[in-house]
């Protein structure tokens, strides 16, 4: 059973997915994939689980950031330091449709869960593998984080002001990027298996199953032209802060009440409507802003007229006066915005459901489910389970298995430096 519950109405309601990694990237595609109906079920290590349950711990002993990124999964302790919690893994294996994992290269073989014994114990399961520099390559045994892999795949060097160093997105993108290809490929190598047997066609080898998923490539494959027009143009764009390079004006600006908007008037068709909302028919009418390319060299007199405008009015005001000028514009939200906002709400992207938040039940808004299929989120279930919550279920009830979790036998002592136990480096 899913920790959802029983729910045919989700289209992935019937596959069995086993998670093995940590951190962000493999556990986004269990997410996504758990979200749709797939039961999946969440390997940790005795005693401290996936590392990602301290994450940004503010209270307890379960992050908000787990919480959510493992809602909706099944938390089963297993010792794969021992044969018998290696055989567990196997005998659930067996059972599943795909696999999905993010540690680095070579470390599942030496557990003893390498290609050859899951083909053998299922012929037909998906892998999806998530690491750094892919299963191949000379960079592939090298380890490494979403971090490293947005600078190699070209987006950090894009990031912040031109006069500063690279920033940083303020959160795992790369990883979120890798997690989304990975149950991509799930899905894709799954819906093949189907329809090659509803034709009675051949299955495909064990190979042509793994998805292999390299965290830079994931972010190398968002980059838009960033190669090509380098290849073709021999351009090497710039970081340019607010603004996106070649497009005019589009930026954030302030407002008269210290707050920021977010303004996207660079469409040909927009940009006379928003040069006289913003009273300056004279730039709307200027032939040399005509064109985006035009615009662009000249974003600095743009931007500066804008904010001339921007600072003489409330955040709520220049945003009703650009939304009746038909000006897409925007606020930028926190998180107290996003939470009571009527867009958000009206579509069940802020769903609140009980939290153990450091020994209180509290009621706690959890992001909804993307995409959304009819008109609202899809309810979320279970949120991300305590460390071995469904252990018992899995081991005993579902494999028939002697249980290892914590009310069926003493708990096991965990080893920080045994690499089975203790902390891993992942993708």
Request: aromatic residues 6%; contains cysteine.
């Amino acid at each position: 059973m899913n920790a959802a519950g029983p729910d045919r109405e989700r289209p992935l309601a019937g596959l069995r997915v086993v998670e093995l990694g940590n951190f962000i990237a493999a556990p986004t595609a269990g997410r996504l994939l758990a979200d749709f109906g797939a039961e999946v079920v969440k390997i940790e290590r005795p005693r401290t689980g996936d590392e990602l349950r301290n994450w940004r711990l503010y209270a307890g002993d379960t992050s908000m950031l787990y919480r959510t990124i493992n809602r909706g999964k099944l938390s089963v302790e297993l010792d794969l330091r021992t044969q018998e919690g290696r055989d567990t893994v196997l005998d659930l294996v067996a059972r599943s449709d795909a696999l999905v994992e993010n540690f680095r290269p070579g470390t599942l073989d030496r557990w003893g869960l390498d290609a050859a014994t899951l083909e053998r114990v299922n012929p037909e399961l998906v892998v999806a593998r998530v690491s750094a520099f892919g299963q191949t390559g000379p960079l592939s045994a090298r380890p490494g984080f979403a971090a490293v892999a947005e600078a190699f795949g070209g987006m950090r060097e894009l990031v912040g002001e031109a006069d500063r160093p690279p920033a940083r997105v303020g959160v795992s993108i790369g990883d979120s990027i890798a997690g989304l290809y990975a149950a991509f490929g799930v899905v894709m190598s799954l819906f093949d298996r189907e329809q090659r047997r509803r034709l009675a066609a051949p299955p495909v080898g064990p190979a042509a199953r793994h998805i292999d998923v390299a965290l830079h490539e994931a972010v190398f494959s968002m980059m838009e032209s960033l190669v090509p027009d380098y290849s073709a143009h021999d351009v090497l764009r710039e970081r340019t802060g607010g603004r996106m390079e070649g497009i005019a004006p589009s930026n954030a600006y302030r407002c008269a009440d210290g707050q920021s908007v977010v303004v996207a008037g660079n469409a040909d068709g927009i940009f006379g409507r928003y040069m006289r909302a913003i009273g300056r028919p004279d730039l709307a009418e200027d032939p040399g802003l005509a064109r985006n390319a035009q615009r662009w060299e000249r974003r600095e007199e743009l931007d500066g007229a804008i904010e001339a405008w921007t600072g003489t009015l409330d955040r709520a005001e220049v945003l009703a006066r650009l939304e009746e000028a038909g000006v897409p514009a925007g606020p930028i939200y926190q998180a107290d915005d996003i939470v009571a906002d009527e867009q958000y709400l009206a579509r069940d992207m802020v769903q609140w459901r009980p939290v153990d938040v450091g020994g209180t039940t509290r009621e706690v808004a959890f992001p909804g489910i993307v995409p959304v299929l009819g008109e609202r989120s899809l309810p979320l279930g279970q949120v991300g389970p305590d460390l071995g919550e469904h252990t018992h279920q899995v081991v005993a009830g579902l494999l028939g298995r002697p249980c290892p979790c914590r009310a069926c036998a003493p708990e096991a002592e965990c080893d920080p430096a045994d690499p089975a136990t203790g902390p891993q480096e992942t993708a």
